[in-house]
T-cell receptor
Framework: GQQLNQSPQSMFIQEGEDVSMNCTSS?????WLWYKQDPGEGPVLLIA?????ELTSNGRLTAQFGITRKDSFLNISASIPSDVGIYFC???????????FGKGTRLSVIA | GAGVSQSPSNKVTEKGKDVELRCDPI?????LYWYRQSLGQGLEFLIY????????KSGLPSDRFSAERTGGSVSTLTIQRTQQEDSAVYLC???????????FGEGSWLTVV
């Protein structure tokens, strides 16, 4: 099935640093989503992107839908301890295809 | 309900037994998804239902796995003759229509011993 390449797999950063992670696909997507998962919880939606080139912010988080429609990135500015968790990208080719997920980026923040 | 509800939240079963996992989507959501997440791994697509259309079963790993959705609402994922490698968190999600943002339940943690 469709695979998304998400990188990096894990990150260890100092509190206050900025973070960047990205996803690429081999095919064109109409939708890109970014989720965060805390231990023992289901993934929670952070940002949804529906248009190529779209740049959307949610507080300290910013995500962009790549112009080629084959990639997306998520930036977190001025990281804080509660940013710790696993971040997943997800994409959908069309409205009739299932949402596919990257393997996640595990973020650790050192105070 | 306010969110996607899954039950049981935890299930320990003996190898070879059948298990049923239930998902109650957000009211009014026509699309329903099942994903599997093994420890420390990403989300693996299993099956997806959209309205009255035939479900997309392309992600089911074997014929021991099946799912149904009755009345366009509640869904049950059934795993027959469970194996240890079936141990994972099974996540259900729903969206208003396919192509819209999907919202996840908290998952059912299955352990096969």
């Amino acid at each position: 099935g469709q695979q998304l390449n998400q990188s990096p797999q894990s990150m260890f950063i100092q509190e206050g640093e900025d973070v960047s992670m990205n996803c690429t696909s081999s095919s064109i997507f109409n939708t890109w989503l970014w989720y965060k998962q805390d231990p023992g919880e289901g993934p929670v939606l952070l940002i949804a992107l529906y248009k190529a080139g779209e740049l959307t912010s949610n507080g300290r988080l910013t995500a962009q839908f790549g112009i080629t429609r084959k990639d997306s990135f998520l930036n977190i500015s001025a990281s804080i301890p509660s940013d710790v968790g696993i971040y997943f990208c997800a994409g959908q080719e069309t409205g009739n295809t299932p949402l596919v997920f990257g393997k996640g980026t595990r973020l650790s923040v050192i105070a | 309900g306010a969110g996607v509800s899954q039950s049981p939240s935890n299930k320990v079963t003996e190898k070879g037994k059948d298990v049923e996992l239930r998902c109650d989507p957000i009211s009014g959501h026509t699309a329903l998804y099942w994903y599997r997440q093994s420890l420390g791994q990403g989300l693996e697509f299993l099956i997806y239902f959209q309205g009255n259309s035939a479900p997309d079963k392309s992600g089911l790993p074997s014929d021991r796995f099946s799912a149904e959705r009755t009345g366009g609402s509640v869904s049950t994922l059934t795993i027959q003759r469970t194996q240890q490698e079936d141990s994972a968190v099974y996540l259900c999600a729903s969206s208003i229509v396919s192509g819209n943002t999907i919202y996840f339940g908290e998952g059912s943690w299955l352990t096969v011993v």
